[in-house]
T-cell receptor, first 110, second 113 residues
Framework: DAKTTQPPSMDCAEGRAANLPCNHSTISGNEYVYWYRQIHSQGPQYIIH???NNETNEMASLIITEDRKSSTLILPHATLRDTAVYYCIALGGSQGNLIFGKGTKLSVKP | DTEVTQTPKHLVMGMTNKKSLKCEQHMGHRAMYWYKQKAKKPPELMFVYSYEKLSINESVPSRFSPECPNSSLLNLHLHALQPEDSALYLCASSLPTSTRLLHFGNGTRLTVT
């Protein structure tokens, strides 16, 4: 499974877009990129995942570069409730278990 | 609210005590997981059950004993723990065919004195 690198922390103003980067330069062709977040005192929550095309759901958008070596999670209008640790995970195949890295602590400020 | 329920929310136990953590889900998921999370660290996988059978044990000490009595329940039995075992214990579940799309509970915060 590919190693991912994320900045340890980021700030974002409330109402603005939060763009969280993730580097996965060793990702292989069958590895998906998954994003989870963990709000303080809660369990991790699935956000979105993708292989090569950009993806969007009700929570966020995932932009994957054409060479697939990096991706960006976009929260279009961040709120205070989006303050959390965001984890980017690259996993291949259809099985294999979720292993969390250090993640990015996003602080949304008023 | 989460669809995976963990009890108790908090537990304080002595090093000679025996206690159990409980996890319950009614989503029909047949894969269930225990993760351990120390303060300011990411969750670490401990055990995986698939169709009520233990499929992965990530070299967890025997003082932690998992049990999956049926498809909805997952227990973690604790005995002779050490203070360094104090952590947030997270349970999760998923479809067996989708082991990356996990539903997590909010955890049991365990303190070993």
């Amino acid at each position: 499974d590919a190693k991912t690198t994320q900045p340890p922390s980021m700030d974002c103003a409330e109402g603005r877009a939060a763009n969280l980067p993730c580097n996965h330069s060793t990702i292989s062709g069958n590895e998906y990129v998954y994003w989870y977040r963990q709000i303080h005192s809660q369990g991790p929550q699935y956000i979105i995942h993708g292989l090569k095309n950009n993806e969007t759901n009700e929570m966020a958008s995932l932009i994957i570069t054409e060479d697939r070596k990096s991706s960006t999670l976009i929260l279009p209008h961040a709120t205070l409730r989006d303050t959390a640790v965001y984890y980017c995970i690259a996993l291949g195949g259809s099985q294999g278990n979720l292993i969390f890295g250090k993640g990015t602590k996003l602080s949304v400020k008023p | 609210d989460t669809e995976v329920t963990q009890t108790p929310k908090h537990l304080v136990m002595g090093m000679t005590n025996k206690k159990s953590l409980k996890c319950e889900q009614h989503m029909g998921h047949r894969a269930m997981y225990w993760y351990k999370q120390k303060a300011k660290k990411p969750p670490e996988l401990m055990f995986v059950y698939s169709y009520e059978k233990l499929s992965i044990n990530e070299s967890v000490p025997s003082r932690f004993s998992p049990e999956c009595p049926n498809s909805s329940l997952l227990n973690l039995h604790l005995h002779a723990l050490q203070p360094e075992d104090s952590a947030l214990y997270l349970c999760a579940s998923s479809l067996p065919t989708s082991t990356r799309l996990l539903h997590f509970g909010n955890g049991t915060r365990l303190t070993v004195t």
